[in-house]
C-alpha cells in the first residue's frame, strides 16, 4: 500500500478539505507521513471513523503504542490524563469531573457567560474595527473555564500566552513551546496548593477534595486534570468561536432567527471542527479496517474533519444547511465523548448569537483568502479574524 504524505503547506491550512475529499474517495484507510516524519493510518470515512470511535481495540494509552509517535512531550504531572488513559481509570477519573459538567449546571453559567461576551464586545464597539480572534473568541473562553475552575483574574492572561505559545510554537524552534509547558506546570502547582490551603467554590476545590478525603487521584492525575481542562477548555473553543464566526461572515449565513441559531451552531461543528484529526489511537491487536490490516501498536488517526464532510452521511457536506439530519463527530463518540461539549455549544450560542445581534452589519475587514491560519493539521483555527463592526 503506497504512503500519503500529509501536506502543510499554506493551500492545506487554508482548506484541507479537497485533500481529504480525495483521499476518502481513492483510499479511506491509507498509511501517511505526518509533517514531523512519524508513520500513522489516516481513516476518513464516516461510518468507519463512527466505528473506531467507540472501538476499545484503539486504545489513547501511549504505552500500547510501537514508539513511533512523535506526539509533543508532557512531564508525567501533566501527561496523567484522560487524553491518555483507557478504563477503567479513565472511566474513574471521568466519573469525578462529569457532575460539573452536567447540562444543567452547565446552562446556570450561561448568564455568566453572556456578560463577558457583552463585557468584551463593549470594549470595542466604538473602534468601527476588531480582530475577533484577539479581542473575543481568546478571551471569552480563558473567563469562561477559570471561572469554572477557580483561576485568579491576573493570572488568566499569562495562562492564554503560555497555551498559544505550547499550541502554536515557531515552527523551527520548539523551545518556546517547552517554556510554556514548565511555565503551566509550576502555575498549576502553585495554584493547586492554594486552592488546598483555602478551598473556595470550584471545580478544582472540589476535586482537591476527592483526592484528600478519598484518595481517588493521584498527585498527578490531579495536576494533569487541572491542565487538561484549562487547556482543553480554551483552546478548542477558541478556534471553534473563530472559524464559526469566519464561516458565518464568509458565508453570509448569520441566522435571523434566535430560533435558528442552536441548529446553526450545531453545522458548523460539524463544517469546521476545531479539532479535524481526533486524538491518536492505538491499535491493541491486528486490526482490520475496510479491508486495510493495521499491525498493533502503529498509529491511528480519526479525521472526523474528513468524516464530517462524508456525502455518505451528509447531503452537499460542502454547503452550510442548519438543521440538516445526522449527527457530526466534532465531539467524539463513545467513551471519550468530549465531557465539556454542553459548555462548549452554550458558549457559542452565546458568541455567536451576541456578534449577530449587536452588529448586524459585520463584515470582513479583508478578503476571506487573506485569512491566516494556524500551522497545524490536528487543529483548524484562525490566527487573527479582522473585521469591520456595523
Not at 481513516?43 to 514508539?67: I, M, Q
Not at 464532510?309 to 449527527?327: H, L, M
Amino acid at each position: 500500500m503506497a504512503t500519503v504524505a500529509l501536506p502543510i503547506s499554506e493551500a492545506f491550512l487554508s482548506d484541507p478539505f479537497p485533500f481529504y475529499d480525495r483521499l476518502r474517495d481513492a483510499a479511506p484507510v491509507c498509511r501517511a507521513e505526518l509533517p514531523d516524519g512519524a508513520p500513522a493510518w489516516l481513516v476518513t470515512r464516516y461510518a468507519e471513523v463512527r466505528a473506531l470511535l467507540a472501538d476499545p481495540r484503539l486504545s489513547v494509552d501511549k504505552s500500547n503504542g510501537d514508539g513511533s509517535w512523535r506526539g509533543f512531550s508532557l512531564p508525567p504531572a501533566l501527561d496523567a490524563n484522560l487524553l491518555n488513559m483507557d478504563p477503567p481509570d479513565h472511566t474513574r477519573i471521568r466519573r469525578l469531573v462529569s457532575q460539573a459538567f452536567t447540562p444543567r449546571r452547565v446552562e446556570n453559567l450561561r448568564p455568566r457567560v453572556q456578560e463577558t461576551a457583552d463585557a468584551l464586545l463593549d470594549a470595542v464597539e466604538g473602534r468601527g474595527e476588531a480582530d475577533l480572534v484577539r479581542d473575543y473568541a481568546g478571551p471569552l473562553p480563558v473567563a469562561v473555564i477559570s471561572d469554572l475552575l477557580g483561576v485568579p483574574v491576573p493570572d488568566r492572561e499569562d495562562f492564554r500566552s503560555w497555551t498559544d505559545a505550547m499550541v502554536s510554537p515557531p515552527r523551527q524552534d520548539r523551545r518556546e513551546a517547552a517554556r510554556a509547558v514548565g511555565a503551566i506546570h509550576a502555575y498549576l502547582e502553585k495554584l493547586l496548593a492554594a486552592k488546598r490551603a483555602e478551598p473556595a467554590d470550584d471545580l478544582l476545590s472540589a476535586l482537591i477534595a476527592a483526592r484528600d478525603d478519598g484518595d481517588r487521584l493521584t498527585e498527578d492525575e490531579l495536576t494533569s486534570l487541572a491542565f487538561l481542562l484549562l487547556f482543553a477548555g480554551y483552546e478548542n473553543t477558541v478556534h471553534a468561536i473563530g472559524t464559526s464566526l469566519f464561516t458565518l461572515l464568509r458565508t453570509s449565513a448569520f441566522p435571523a432567527d434566535p430560533a435558528g441559531l442552536e441548529s446553526t451552531i450545531e453545522e458548523l461543528l460539524r463544517y469546521e471542527p476545531p479539532a479535524p484529526v481526533i486524538l491518536r489511537r492505538f491499535a491493541t491487536e491486528d486490526i482490520e479496517i475496510t479491508g486495510a490490516v493495521v499491525p498493533r501498536g502503529e498509529t491511528v488517526l480519526l479525521v472526523v474533519g474528513a468524516a464530517n464532510r462524508d456525502p455518505a452521511a451528509f447531503p452537499a457536506p460542502g454547503e452550510v444547511r442548519p438543521g440538516r439530519s445526522g449527527a457530526h463527530l466534532t465531539f467524539g463518540h463513545g467513551v471519550h465523548y468530549c465531557l465539556a461539549a454542553p459548555l462548549a455549544r452554550i458558549e457559542l450560542e452565546v458568541a455567536i448569537g451576541t456578534v449577530g445581534r449587536r452588529f448586524p452589519g459585520l463584515r470582513l475587514a479583508v478578503a476571506a483568502d487573506e485569512v491566516r491560519w494556524r500551522p497545524s493539521y490536528r487543529t483548524r483555527g484562525l490566527v487573527a479574524l479582522p473585521v469591520i463592526l456595523g
